[in-house]
Structure formats: structure tokens, C-alpha cells
């Protein structure tokens, strides 16, 4: 690991640039707002597309025709001393240390936390593009709402049989149980459960009358069908596409070490590899532990935040950044607004034979999905606060250094 870098005390402040206001960016910046707010030289600000907060956890109930709470980035951030831009981020420069927005601005910075999350990976099959609706935004959760709301009958494909697909089938089909749900995947559904978790997500799945089609490798998206690798199309109205994690292009763009999916590779601080400025968090960071590079969650993307804005406390005051651990300890995956499985983990996240299913693991869910905001609230008078969580213990002690 390099030594710190002391910012001296000069006339300029030292400029955090945050990119992405999304579960692991809001961490990010409202930890590090609080943390220097009254005491350093420091100016944050934070960059996203929209003011109002895209709760990705409920993107399924929005789908589905739900209307989730409009919570506002600037009025979270009111008092923290950080700055909110809206805008679109177009290019990141990592020599200059310059972002580019879309209306043209530029913003300077002196280190940047990069928290642009990830979208469903359309292009990996030919017409998904096209004709999939996604579940990337608040606007295309709600432009497959309006369509499920206009078809009175017919077939819903629901492609892709990880948990953001088994909540989103499970969605549509408690809520419109006029429509056929057919929930398709290479792989069985929950098949990284215990198996008596398993069986209470199919049975729940079969309540809700989802078809649940294992096996099938999509080849193509049609405009009324999902073609697969092998054997006969599948006829679908509606094909909604929750496969693969896609990221944006920015940071391989610039010149930031990325990995053979695009996330930037960070050292165990959360740094780039290839760029020390560049603190990387969320979905957009491949971030190794001891287990293995994390899979994207809300779980683990808010303690990425966090603890990159304590890395660069740490870093502005001289001192040296301590490794990121992080441990798994939870699955929770609802089925509709009553049921629900809770899959608690060992770190690794393999499972445990801990679980809840039915009512008391859809309140648990829903307690968890509703958790980030009162966090960050709480974490603007307290900083401390939002600084716990499992740190795996044996699973990550060992962190091989870069
Ligand atoms: C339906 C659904 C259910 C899920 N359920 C769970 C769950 O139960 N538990 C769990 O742990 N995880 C769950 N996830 C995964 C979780 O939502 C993600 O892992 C999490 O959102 C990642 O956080 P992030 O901050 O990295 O990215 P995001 O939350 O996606 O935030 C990224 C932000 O960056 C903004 N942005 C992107 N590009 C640009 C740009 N170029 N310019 C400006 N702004 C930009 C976006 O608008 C967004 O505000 C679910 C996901 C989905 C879709």
C-alpha cells in the first residue's frame, strides 16, 4: 500500500467529486459531509441524474404499478455542507481530474468517489435492447407499469431467474393476477438456498401462479416472443429483462484499470488500482475480499460508501487508510407484499440453515428495504453510526495485498 498523501493547508479546498447518488454514493457522501463538516478544508459535492433518490429496491413494486415515497438528494444533503449537482456525467478525465456533464460543465477534483451503480445487461443478447423493458430507472420501472396496466391479458417473460427476477415475477404476478408470469433462467430459482428456503420461494412462486422455466439460455428477443438457445419460443406481450449487471463505460473510458466486466478494480482501501485519486464504491467497484470480488448489493454497496469517505478523512489527516472487510450475512427476497424468504449467510454468503419465510420475512424485508434512508439520517448527526456492519471475520482477515 503507498503512503498517504498530507493535503497541506492551502488557500483552495481539498474538491471531493461524488459520482452517483444511489445507495453506495449517499453513504459515501453523507459520511464524509459529516465528518468534515466545521472541521477541514473540504468541499464535496455530489453528482446525479436525478434529485429524487431511485429506490433500486423497489424498483419491482414500482413495475408492478406501486408509487414509492419521493425522497429528495438535495433535501437528505440540506446541512451537510455538501453540494448537489444534477446532471448527467458524460466523461471522466483522470489525468486532468476533471468530470464532464452534460450541459457542458466541468468539475474539478482532487479525489473522486465513483458510484455510477450498474444496469441490467441488455446487449448480451440480440433484440433485449429493443424489445425487454428493464428495471434500470424509476422511469422504465414506470413505463413497464403503464404497459402491464393497459394489457388486460396475456403473457408476461420474465427473463433472468436471479433474485431481481423471482421479486419482479413475483410482483407483477400478485398484482396482476389477470396476466400469465413466466419466470425464465439458466438456473433454478434460489438454487443457492438452503433447500427448505428453496422450496418455501418455489411454493410461493407457485401461489402466485409464476411458470418457472429452468434451463433456458435466451438467444433472442422478439417483439411477442423470447426465443431460446434450444427448443420452442416462448409467446410474451411483455418481455422483461433483469439478466447480467452492465456499468457504465466511464471509467474504462478514462483509463481506470477495470475489470473483464467493466467495475473498477480497487486496492483493499477502495482506491483504483491504476488511479489512487479515484475511490471506487457500489455495483461499479470490483472489490475483492478474501471470499472473492463482492457481487453487487445494497448490502454491501453502503459500507463501499462508507468507508471510502472515512478512507479520505484518514488520508487528509495523514494518516493511512485501513482494508475494507466486509461479510455477507443476508439474502432477504420478497414474494409480493405478504411473503417473502430471509436467507441469512455465512460471509461468503453461502447459507446458513438460519432462514424466515411467510409473513415474518416479508416484514423483515420490507424493514430492510425501508432501513437506508433513516441510516443516512441518522448518520449526519452521528457518522459513527453508519460505520457498522459485519466485517467477516476468517472469511476476509486474510485480504491479499495488491
Ligand atoms: C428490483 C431490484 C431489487 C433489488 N433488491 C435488493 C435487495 O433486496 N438487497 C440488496 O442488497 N440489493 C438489491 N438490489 C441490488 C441493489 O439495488 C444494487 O446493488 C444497489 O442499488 C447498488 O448501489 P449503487 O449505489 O452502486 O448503485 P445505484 O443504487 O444504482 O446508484 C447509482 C446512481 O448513479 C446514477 N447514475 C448512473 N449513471 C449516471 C451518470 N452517467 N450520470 C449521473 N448519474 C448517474 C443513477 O441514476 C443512480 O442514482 C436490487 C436491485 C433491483 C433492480
Redo the contacts with the bound molecule.
Keep these: 500500500m503507498s503512503a498517504p498523501q498530507r493535503v497541506e493547508d492551502t488557500a483552495t479546498p481539498h474538491r471531493v467529486v461524488i459520482?452517483?447518488?444511489?445507495?453506495?454514493?449517499?453513504?459515501a457522501a453523507i459520511q464524509l459531509a459529516a465528518r468534515v463538516r466545521g472541521q477541514k478544508d473540504v468541499q464535496v459535492t455530489v453528482?446525479?441524474?436525478?434529485e429524487r433518490?431511485?429506490e433500486?429496491?423497489?424498483?419491482?413494486m414500482t413495475?408492478s404499478g406501486q408509487q414509492p415515497a419521493e425522497l429528495s438528494i438535495p433535501q437528505l444533503l440540506a446541512g451537510t455542507g455538501a453540494r448537489f449537482v444534477r446532471?448527467?456525467?458524460?466523461a471522466v478525465d483522470a489525468e486532468a481530474r476533471t468530470v464532464r456533464?452534460?450541459d457542458d460543465r466541468v468539475l474539478h477534483y482532487d479525489t473522486l468517489v465513483y458510484?455510477?451503480?450498474?444496469?441490467?445487461d441488455t446487449p448480451a443478447v440480440p433484440g433485449a435492447e429493443e424489445h425487454a423493458y428493464t428495471?434500470?430507472?424509476v422511469q422504465d420501472a414506470q413505463l413497464l407499469a403503464d404497459r402491464l396496466a393497459r394489457l388486460g391479458s396475456g403473457t408476461v417473460a420474465v427473463v433472468g431467474s436471479g433474485?431481481?427476477g423471482v421479486?419482479?415475477a413475483a410482483e407483477i404476478a400478485e398484482r396482476h393476477p389477470e396476466l400469465h408470469v413466466v419466470l425464465l433462467g439458466r438456473h433454478e430459482p434460489g438454487t443457492d438456498m438452503h433447500p427448505k428456503v428453496r422450496a418455501h420461494l418455489h411454493s410461493g412462486l407457485r401461489r402466485l401462479g409464476v411458470e418457472v422455466r429452468s434451463g433456458v439460455e435466451v438467444a433472442k428477443v422478439l417483439p411477442d416472443a423470447v426465443r431460446p438457445a434450444s427448443g420452442e419460443s416462448v409467446a410474451a406481450e411483455v418481455v422483461v429483462w433483469?439478466s447480467g449487471t452492465r456499468v457504465?463505460p466511464?471509467a474504462a473510458a478514462a483509463g481506470l484499470t477495470v475489470d473483464e466486466r467493466g467495475r473498477i478494480v480497487t486496492d483493499q482501501v477502495l482506491r483504483s488500482v491504476s488511479h489512487p485519486q479515484v475511490y471506487a464504491?457500489?455495483?461499479?467497484?470490483a472489490v475483492r475480499q478474501g471470499y472473492g470480488v463482492m457481487h453487487?448489493?445494497?448490502?454491501?454497496?453502503?459500507p463501499t460508501?462508507v468507508h471510502a469517505a472515512v478512507s479520505i478523512v484518514r488520508t487528509l489527516e495523514g494518516k493511512q487508510p485501513k482494508p475494507f472487510r466486509f461479510g455477507f450475512y443476508h439474502?432477504?427476497?420478497?414474494l409480493g407484499r405478504r411473503d417473502a424468504v430471509v436467507q441469512f449467510t455465512r460471509p461468503d454468503n453461502s447459507p446458513r440453515r438460519v432462514y424466515m419465510t411467510g409473513r415474518p420475512a416479508a416484514w423483515y424485508?420490507e424493514t430492510?428495504?425501508a432501513s437506508p434512508w433513516p441510516t443516512w439520517g441518522r448518520m449526519k448527526k452521528m457518522p459513527a453510526s453508519g460505520a457498522i456492519w459485519p466485517r467477516g471475520g476468517r472469511f476476509t482477515r486474510k485480504v491479499q495485498a495488491r
Aim: charged share 10%; aromatic share 4%.
Design positions: 459520482l452517483g447518488a444511489g445507495y453506495a454514493g449517499m453513504s453528482v446525479n441524474a436525478q433518490f431511485t433500486r429496491l423497489r424498483l419491482h413495475a446532471g448527467w456525467v458524460t456533464i452534460d458510484g455510477l451503480g450498474g444496469v441490467a428495471l434500470n430507472s433474485l431481481t421479486e419482479t433483469t457504465s466511464l464504491v457500489g455495483d461499479a467497484a453487487g448489493t445494497c448490502q454491501g454497496g453502503m460508501g439474502t432477504p427476497v420478497s424485508k430492510v428495504t
